[in-house]
Every structure is written in C-alpha cells, then in structure tokens.
C-alpha cells in the first residue's frame, strides 16, 4: 500500500511539475512576447507601413499603443533585476520544497500555480487591449490585409517546427 501511494504521488507532483512548466510555455508560445514584438516589429517597419498602406498619423497610434504596451510590460515585470531573481529563487525554492517534502500540500501547490497564473492573465490582458487598440487604428482593408499576413505567418512557422 505504501509503494501505491508513493507511487501515486510521484505521479501527482510530476504532473504538477509538467503543467507549472506548461503553462508558461504556452503563454510564451501561443500569445507570447515573440508573437507581440513581431507584430510591433512589422506593423512599426517601413515594409509593414508599406504593405498595409498605413497613413503617417496611423503610424504615429501604433508607435504610441506599441510603446503605451512597453511601458507596462515593464511596470508589471519590475525595473529591479535583482529583485525579479529574488522573486523567481523564491518560487524555485517553493517548488522545490514542495517536491522535497515528504507529503504532498495540495494548497502550497495551488498557491504556486495560481501566482504563475495571474502574472500569465496579466500580461495576456495588457497584450489583448494593445491588440484591440491595434485594431480601431487599422480600417476594415487593412485589418483583411494584416489577417491574411498573419495567417500565411501562421501556416509558414508551423511548418517550420515541424
């Protein structure tokens, strides 16, 4: 019987450890920093400007929503290195404790993830509204143009990973 429930929580703790890694992978992945900056990137670029025939004044919204979008980014990530390292030790040795311990804490664990998550439902705000405020610039010929771009983007880096 003991084998069975060290067994079990094995199992247990490493499907925490594969969600907590997960979860920030898919946020990194699927709407992540990567997938913001090169849209800024492009939609900031004289080819973007080109390709979507974007006015002066449009370029001047996006760059001001791109840097607007930067600026909170940098607000909810901190100006402090050094205490951004403090934090992400702290929650290393959380976990690490939590794994180490000799029981499992279903509560330590759930605190654990739910921090992670509202940091990723914080930054996946702020990324949606730069998004939507993105959007109310373009008119409705630029925004099919810019839907078709991203999709042919999609399609091109999904067979790439591939």
Same mark, same amino acid.
Request: hydrophobic fraction near 35%; charged fraction near 30%.
């Given at each position: 019987?003991?084998?069975?429930?060290?067994?079990?929580?094995?199992?247990?703790?490493?499907?925490?450890?594969?969600?907590?890694?997960?979860?920030?992978?898919?946020?990194?992945?699927?709407?992540?920093?990567?997938?913001?900056?090169?849209?800024?990137?492009?939609?900031?670029?004289?080819?973007?400007?080109?390709?979507?025939?974007?006015?002066?004044?449009?370029?001047?919204?996006?760059?001001?929503?791109?840097? !607007? +979008?930067?600026? *909170?980014?940098?607000?909810?990530? $901190?100006?402090? =290195?050094?205490?951004?390292?403090? #934090?992400?030790?702290?929650?290393?040795?959380?976990?690490?404790?939590?794994?180490?311990?000799?029981?499992?804490?279903?509560?330590?664990?759930?605190?654990?993830? !739910? +921090?992670?998550? *509202?940091?990723?439902?914080?930054? $996946?705000?702020? =990324?949606?509204?730069?998004?939507? #405020?993105?959007?109310?610039?373009?008119?409705?010929?630029?925004?099919?143009?810019?839907?078709?771009?991203?999709?042919?983007?999609?399609?091109?880096?999904?067979?790439?990973?591939?």
């Amino acid at each position: 019987m003991t084998k069975l429930n060290t067994l079990s929580k094995l199992v247990l703790v490493c499907g925490l450890a594969t969600a907590t890694l997960g979860a920030g992978s898919v946020i990194a992945k699927s709407d992540g920093h990567k997938q913001g900056h090169s849209q800024a990137h492009f939609l900031l670029s004289e080819r973007g400007a080109n390709k979507l025939d974007l006015t002066d004044e449009q370029q001047i919204q996006l760059k001001a929503i791109f840097e !607007a +979008q930067k600026a *909170q980014m940098q607000t909810l990530r $901190g100006t402090d =290195k050094e205490a951004r390292k403090a #934090q992400h030790e702290a929650n290393r040795a959380k976990k690490e404790a939590l794994l180490a311990s000799a029981s499992f804490d279903e509560n330590a664990a759930k605190e654990l993830l !739910a +921090q992670r998550h *509202q940091k990723g439902e914080e930054v $996946g705000l702020i =990324k949606l509204k730069t998004q939507h #405020q993105v959007w109310q610039v373009l008119n409705a010929e630029q925004r099919e143009k810019f839907e078709k771009m991203q999709k042919r983007m999609s399609k091109k880096h999904r067979k790439q990973k591939s």
